[in-house]
């Protein structure tokens, strides 16, 4: 689920993974503290860093809404970043950007059948 992409706490994902995408969501619904700790390949973490992972992630045109339910838990409702791609998000583009999205059924990690 987790690895290490240059020393640093990273989620899996795509097509083989979407069943990882909400794992930071699901954290936040449960109400883990971001200083819960994580261990990846031998390092310590945190939920903390996890979230700061999320961040600089963030990408236009994809699903949002488990890093948009775990952002809006873990940040401030102002906290402003800029992702790894130099783009500037906050929890009202992440609002917006999720708007634009077709809705073509249940989220990733929702019932299928």
Known sequence: MLYLDHGKLA????PDC???RPVPGIL???HVRPDYPIRVAG???TVGDLIEHEKQDCQPGEELTFKLIALMHYLDSDETW???GGEPWSIQR????ELK???RGPPAAGPTG
Do not use: D, Y
């Open 82 to 84: 800029t992702s790894r």
């Open 11 to 14: 989620a899996r994902k795509g």
């Open 28 to 30: 936040a619904q449960s």
């Open 43 to 45: 390092k310590s973490f």
């Open 18 to 20: 979407k069943a990882l």
């Open 94 to 97: 992440l609002v917006q950007e």
């Open 101 to 103: 999205q077709p809705i």
